[in-house]
C-alpha cells in the first residue's frame, strides 16, 4: 500500500513541477532565455493567494484568480521591464538580467512579507476532510493531490490545443522558429512574447497555490528550488516540447518521491540531477526534443 | 620584421603584465594600510575571501569568457577542492608542522581532485551545447552539495576513514578525529589561509591563465568560441580544447576553495551551493567576458560591496539586484548604451572645460588631457 | 580447415570509369575520389551517386543551379555530414569515420560560402590557428613559457605573414578578423585555409560579391596559389567567367545529381546544362 501511496504523491508532485515546466517550456521555446525568474513568481503567486485568504477572508477561488491575475501582470511586467531591452542581446546578458529580476523578487518578498515562514492553509476540502480515504484509511488521496494532477493534464490538454489551433498560438510556434519570418508575415512578435510570459506566469501562479496547499509552507525562497526543478524537467522532457515538459514533470516527482522513499531522503535531489545528467548524455535534446542542425 | 614582432610581444604581455601590478599594488597597499591599524576588522577578516572569489571569477572566465561555454556549477569544484584540502592538511598535521607547507600541499591536493572531476564531468558533458551545458553543470553541482551533506571523514593512526549517510557509521580508533561530519561540515579546522597566501595563489592563477590564453592551445580555445565549424575545419579538436578549458578552471577552483576553506575553523558544504555559483557567474559577466581584469575587479568590489552595505542591510540584496539589472540593461541595450555614452560625453566635456578654464589660470593644471 | 578462404558470395558494384583527371596529373592517383557518394536528409536525397576525381594539381568546379547540392558535396567531403552511401578517398585512403578536424589533418582545407572567421582575433592570430597542427609545444610550455613556446612561435608568426603576403594582407595583420571589408574576409578565410597545409583546398563561392576587377585579381591569385604550393582545388561558383577561365575539369550538378562532366568547352557546348540553368526550350 505504501507503494501505491508513493505513486500517487509522485504523480501529484510531478504535476506540480510538469505545470512550472509547461510555463518554463513555452518562454524557453519562443524568447530562448532561461527564465531564472520563473520560480519566483512561483513564490509571488502563493504569497498573494495565502494574504487573500488568510489575511482578507476572501474565498479560495478569488484568492486563486487574484494570484493568476496578478502573476500575469507581474510576468509581462518582467518582460517589459528587464527582458524586452535585451532582444538582441547575448543570451548571457539575458541570463543574468534573469537571476537579477530573481534575486529582486527574493528581496523584495523578504522585506515585504517577512523572513518568518507562513503556514499555508489546507483550503481544497470538502466539509472537514482534505482528502479522501480508501482501503479502510490504508490509502490516503488528498483533494489537493486531485486537483493538482487533473488541473496539470486539463493545462497540458489546453497548451496543446492552443498552440495547434488558434492564431495567437500559431504565431506563438511562428516565432519560436524564426522570429525574423514571423515578423515578415505579419505576426507582431513583441505582443507574442508578451503573451507567452503572460501565460508562463499564469501557470507558475496556480501551481505555487497548489504547491503550497500540498505542501504548506511558504517562505520568499519557496519557488526557486522547485523553480530549478521543473527546469530540470523541462530539459529532461525536451525543452520546448510541451508533451515533453508534461513527461518530464512527472518523471521527475516519481523519480524523487520513490528515491525519498527506497534509498535516502539526503540524496533524492543528487539523484534526480543524476538522472537528469544521464539522459542528457544519452539523449542530448531530452526524452522528446527534437535535433536541431546547425546549417553550414 | 624585428621590430615588430618586439612590438607584438610588448602588446600582448602589455595587458598581462598590468594585471599583475594591479594585484602586486593592490597588495602592498592592503599590507601598508594593515602595518598603520588602517583595516576594519570585517574588511580584514574578507581579505582572503575576496582572493579566493578573484581566483574564482578567473578561473571561471576561462570557461564562460574564453571557451564560450556557460557553466552554474563552478561552487561544486570549489567545494572539492576545499573538503580535499581541509582532510589533506589535516592529515599531514603531524607529518608536517609548517603551516605554510601544509598549505600549499592541500591546495596541490584540491586542485587535482576538482581538477580530476572536471575531468570526468567534462569528458562525457562537454558534448552538449549551450543552455544544455549549462544545466548539467548546475545538476553535478546540486549533486556535489549533497554528496558533500551526507559525507562523513575521519583520521587515526590507521589512515583516513569515510562514510556516507550516518555518522555512526565511521569508526575511528581511540586518538582518532573526525574532520567532516556530514551535515555539519567540517569542524575544528587549523585556519591555515593567509592574506598574503591568497595573493600568491591570485598570481598563480593568473600566470597559468593568461599564458595559457596566450599560446598555441589558448588561440585554439578562442578560435572554438568564436566559430566552432571553422576550428574543426582548420583541424582543430573540440573535445580536447574545451576540456582542457575546463579542467583547467575546474582546478583553480579547485585550489581557491582550499584557500577559502581551511581560512574558516568550520565550513559546511552547503556554502558552496548554486548561488554562490552564480555569484561567481555575475563577478565574470560583470567584469565582462574573456576580460581577466575585470574579473579581479569585479570579484573584489562586489565582495567588499555587501560588508561596505551592512547598514543597509535589508536592502543591500535589493539593491544588488537592483544594480545588477541596470547594469545589463546599460551595457547591453543599445538605446541604453547610447544614452549613457552621451551623459559620458557630457560629463567627459564638462571636465575638459572646467580644466580649461582652471588651464588658464592655474599653472600645469592643463597637463591633463 | 583449409587454408584457403572461402570469398562470400560478391555485391557487385560499378567502377566508377567516368572520372576525368588532367593529364598531367595521370601518373599519379588522384588526390580525391568519390565513389557513389550520397546523402538523405529524412528521406529526401540531396546528393546521389556522385563520382569524381581529381587530380594533384587539377583545379576543378563544381557549378550547378541554387540548391542542386554543391555545398553538400562540401560538407559531404570535410565530414560536416557523414555521407549516407559512398566512399571517399582522399590520396587513396578511405575518410570513413574520420570527423571534420581528422579530414583536414588528412589534408582537406575548406573555406565557407557564408564566412567563418574567428571575428574576434587578429588576422595574423586567424592564420596562426590554421598552423596550429604544425606547431607542436604542449599546454605546460605554453603555461610555463619555455624555450619551444618562443621558438615554434616565431616560426608560426613568420609563416604566417608569408601566407598573408599571398594576398598583400601583411599590413593587416594586427586588425580584428571581423572588423575587415567583405573581400578581405574572404581572402582571409582562403589563407587559413592554406595554412594548414592542404592537399585539397575546397573554396565555396570564393568570388560572391566581389566586382569584376577584384574578381580577376583572385582567379589569379587561384592559379598563384596551385602553382606555388602544388595543391589541387576545388571550387563551387556562381561567376562563370571564373570558373570557365580557371578551372579545368568541371563536374555540374542538378537535384544532387551529375548531369555534365569535363572541360570548360564541353560544358559550354552540353544541351544538359543550359537546360538545368535556362530550363527547356519550349517546343515550337
Same mark, same amino acid.
Given at each position: ?92 546578458a539575458?541570463?543574468i538580467?534573469?537571476?537579477g ?23 481544497? *476540502?470538502? /466539509?472537514?476532510?482534505? %482528502? ?16 493538482? *494532477? *487533473? ?17 495567437? %498560438? ?15 508575415? /505579419? ?47 523541462? *530539459? ?11 513527461? /518530464?514533470?512527472?518523471?521527475? /516527482? ?31 535534446? %531530452? ?10 | ?41 570585517? &574588511? ?13 571569477a ?47 600541499? !592541500? ?6 581532485? !576538482?581538477?580530476?572531476?572536471? &575531468? ?42 569515510? !562514510? ?27 585556519? &591555515? ?61 579547485? !585550489? ?21 555559483? $552564480?555569484l561567481v557567474l555575475v563577478f565574470v559577466v560583470l567584469g565582462g567576458m574573456?576580460n581577466?581584469?575585470g574579473s579581479?575587479i569585479a570579484a573584489?568590489l562586489l565582495? $567588499? ?18 544594480v545588477l539589472?541596470?547594469v545589463m540593461?546599460?551595457t ?21 572645460? &572646467? ?15 | ?21 588532367? =593529364? ?16 538523405? +536528409? ?31 558535396? +562540401? ?17 587513396? #585512403? ?15 582545407? #575548406? ?42 612561435? #616565431? ?73 606555388? +604550393? ?6 563551387? =561558383? ?27 568547352? =564541353? ?7 543550359? =537546360? ?9
Amino acid at each position: 500500500m505504501s507503494f501505491l501511496s508513493n505513486v500517487i504523491s509522485g504523480i501529484s508532485l510531478g504535476s506540480i513541477y510538469a505545470i512550472i515546466a509547461l510555463g518554463y517550456t513555452m518562454v524557453y521555446g519562443i524568447a530562448k532565455m532561461l527564465n531564472f525568474a520563473h520560480g519566483d513568481v512561483i513564490m509571488v503567486g502563493a504569497y498573494v493567494c495565502f494574504f487573500a485568504v488568510s489575511a482578507y477572508n476572501l474565498p479560495p477561488v478569488i484568492g486563486v484568480l487574484l494570484a493568476v491575475a496578478l502573476c500575469t501582470a507581474l510576468g509581462m511586467l518582467i518582460e517589459r521591464m528587464a527582458y524586452k531591452p535585451l532582444r538582441q542581446a547575448p543570451s548571457l546578458a539575458v541570463l543574468i538580467t534573469a537571476i537579477g529580476v530573481s534575486y529582486f523578487l527574493q528581496n523584495a518578498a523578504l522585506l515585504w512579507w517577512g523572513s518568518d515562514p507562513k503556514k499555508f492553509p489546507a483550503f481544497i *476540502v470538502v /466539509g472537514e476532510q482534505n %482528502g479522501v480515504s480508501l482501503f479502510g484509511g490504508q490509502l490516503r488521496i488528498t483533494y489537493v493531490a486531485i486537483v493538482t *494532477v *487533473v488541473a496539470c493534464v486539463a493545462i497540458m490538454a489546453g497548451l496543446i490545443a492552443f498552440t495547434g489551433k488558434t492564431k495567437m %498560438g500559431k504565431a506563438m510556434r511562428a516565432c519560436s522558429e524564426d522570429k525574423g519570418a514571423a515578423q515578415l508575415m /505579419g505576426i507582431n512578435v513583441n505582443a507574442t512574447i508578451s503573451m507567452t510570459f503572460a501565460i508562463g506566469s499564469a501557470l507558475a501562479a496556480i501551481a505555487g497555490v497548489l504547491m503550497c496547499s500540498a505542501y504548506d509552507t511558504l517562505l520568499p525562497t519557496t519557488g526557486s528550488m522547485p523553480g530549478i526543478k521543473a527546469f530540470t524537467a523541462a *530539459v529532461f522532457g525536451g525543452i520546448g516540447s510541451i508533451p515533453g515538459a508534461f513527461l /518530464g514533470g512527472l518523471l521527475l /516527482g516519481v523519480i524523487q518521491i520513490f528515491t525519498q522513499a527506497y534509498l535516502s531522503q539526503e540524496l533524492a535531489d543528487a539523484i534526480v540531477f543524476a538522472v537528469l545528467i544521464v539522459v542528457l548524455l544519452v539523449k542530448p535534446t %531530452g526524452l522528446l526534443g527534437k535535433q536541431i542542425q546547425e546549417k553550414v | 620584421m624585428k621590430t615588430e614582432k618586439k612590438r607584438r610581444l610588448r602588446r600582448n604581455t602589455r595587458r598581462s603584465l598590468i594585471n599583475y601590478a594591479i594585484v602586486i599594488a593592490a597588495y602592498a597597499i592592503v599590507q601598508a594600510l594593515n602595518a598603520g591599524g588602517n583595516i576594519k576588522s570585517s &574588511l580584514q577578516g574578507q581579505l582572503v575571501p575576496i582572493c579566493a572569489y578573484i581566483v574564482m571569477a578567473v578561473s571561471l572566465n576561462l570557461v564562460v569568457g574564453v571557451s564560450g561555454e556557460l557553466s552554474l556549477g563552478h561552487a561544486g569544484f570549489m567545494s572539492i577542492g576545499a573538503f580535499t584540502g581541509i582532510v589533506a592538511a589535516t592529515a599531514l598535521q603531524a607529518a608536517i608542522p609548517a603551516g605554510w607547507v601544509r598549505l600549499m600541499l !592541500a591546495m596541490v591536493a584540491g586542485a587535482l581532485f !576538482a581538477g580530476l572531476f572536471g &575531468l570526468l564531468v567534462g569528458v562525457p558533458v562537454l558534448r552538449l551545447r549551450g543552455d544544455y551545458l549549462a544545466i548539467v553543470t548546475l545538476a553535478f553541482g546540486e549533486i556535489v552539495k549533497n554528496i558533500m551533506n551526507i559525507l562523513y571523514v575521519g583520521i587515526d593512526e590507521k589512515g583516513v576513514h569515510i !562514510a556516507a549517510l550516518e555518522g555512526s557509521r565511521l569508526v575511528l580508533s581511540e586518538g582518532g578525529v573526525p574532520i567532516i561530519k556530514g551535515p555539519m561540515g567540517a569542524v575544528g579546522i587549523a585556519k &591555515l589561509s593567509t592574506f598574503t597566501a591568497g595573493f600568491l595563489l591570485v598570481l598563480v592563477t593568473l600566470f597559468v591563465v593568461q599564458n595559457l590564453v596566450d599560446s598555441r592551445a589558448g588561440r585554439a580555445i578562442l578560435a572554438l568560441r568564436d566559430n566552432r565549424i571553422a576550428a574543426e575545419s582548420v583541424g582543430l579538436s573540440v573535445t580536447k580544447y574545451k576540456l582542457m578549458a575546463f579542467v583547467t578552471s575546474a582546478a583553480l577552483a579547485g !585550489a581557491a576553495g582550499v584557500l577559502y576553506g581551511l581560512n574558516y575553523t568550520g565550513l559546511a558544504a552547503k556554502k558552496f551551493d548554486f548561488n554562490t555559483s $552564480i555569484l561567481v557567474l555575475v563577478f565574470v559577466v560583470l567584469g565582462g567576458m574573456g576580460n581577466i581584469r575585470g574579473s579581479i575587479i569585479a570579484a573584489a568590489l562586489l565582495t $567588499i560591496l555587501p560588508e561596505a552595505l551592512r547598514e543597509f542591510a535589508d536592502f543591500r540584496m535589493l539593491a544588488y539586484a537592483i544594480v545588477l539589472i541596470i547594469v545589463m540593461l546599460a551595457t547591453n541595450n543599445p538605446t541604453m548604451q547610447q544614452f549613457f555614452a552621451a551623459v559620458m560625453e557630457k560629463v567627459r566635456g564638462t571636465f575638459r572645460e &572646467l580644466f580649461q578654464k582652471s588651464g588658464e589660470t592655474v599653472k600645469g593644471g592643463g597637463d591633463h588631457e | 580447415m583449409s587454408k584457403q578462404q572461402a570469398y562470400p558470395k560478391p555485391k557487385l558494384v560499378p567502377v566508377p570509369s567516368t572520372n576525368i583527371i588532367p =593529364e598531367r596529373d595521370a601518373d599519379k592517383s588522384p588526390i580525391l575520389e568519390c565513389r557513389h557518394l550520397g546523402i538523405d +536528409f529524412g528521406g529526401l536525397s540531396a546528393v546521389a551517386d556522385f563520382n569524381m576525381a581529381i587530380g594533384r594539381t587539377e583545379i576543378a568546379g563544381l557549378i550547378g543551379p541554387n540548391g542542386a547540392g554543391k555545398t553538400t558535396v +562540401f560538407n559531404l567531403l570535410t565530414k560536416v555530414y557523414q555521407p549516407t552511401r559512398g566512399t571517399i578517398l582522399l590520396d587513396g #585512403r578511405d575518410t570513413h569515420s574520420m570527423t571534420t578536424a581528422q579530414v583536414n589533418r588528412a589534408g582537406i582545407a #575548406r573555406t565557407f560560402q557564408n564566412i567563418r572567421l574567428f571575428d574576434n582575433l587578429s588576422v595574423v592570430d586567424n592564420v596562426k590557428v590554421g598552423l596550429h597542427n604544425q606547431m607542436r609545444y604542449g599546454m605546460a610550455s605554453g603555461i610555463l613559457r619555455l624555450p619551444g613556446y618562443w621558438k615554434e612561435e #616565431r616560426v608560426a608568426k613568420e609563416r604566417a605573414m608569408e601566407l598573408l603576403s599571398i594576398f598583400d594582407m601583411q599590413d593587416l595583420s594586427k586588425h580584428q578578423a571581423g572588423s575587415l571589408p567583405y573581400g578581405a574576409q574572404r581572402r582571409l578565410e582562403i589563407v587559413r585555409a592554406l595554412a594548414t597545409n592542404p592537399s585539397l583546398l575546397l573554396l565555396d563561392e570564393p568570388a560572391a560579391g566581389m566586382n569584376p576587377s577584384e574578381t580577376a585579381e583572385l582567379m589569379n591569385n587561384i592559379r598563384k596559389i596551385r602553382d606555388t +604550393f602544388q595543391i589541387a582545388i576545388m571550387l563551387i =561558383e556562381h561567376d562563370m567567367n571564373l570558373v570557365m577561365g580557371v578551372c579545368e575539369g568541371i563536374c555540374v550538378l542538378n537535384f544532387g545529381r551529375i548531369i555534365a562532366k569535363g572541360t570548360p568547352e =564541353e560544358i559550354q557546348a552540353n544541351p544538359a546544362v543550359v =537546360e538545368a540553368y535556362l530550363g527547356k526550350k519550349k517546343e515550337a
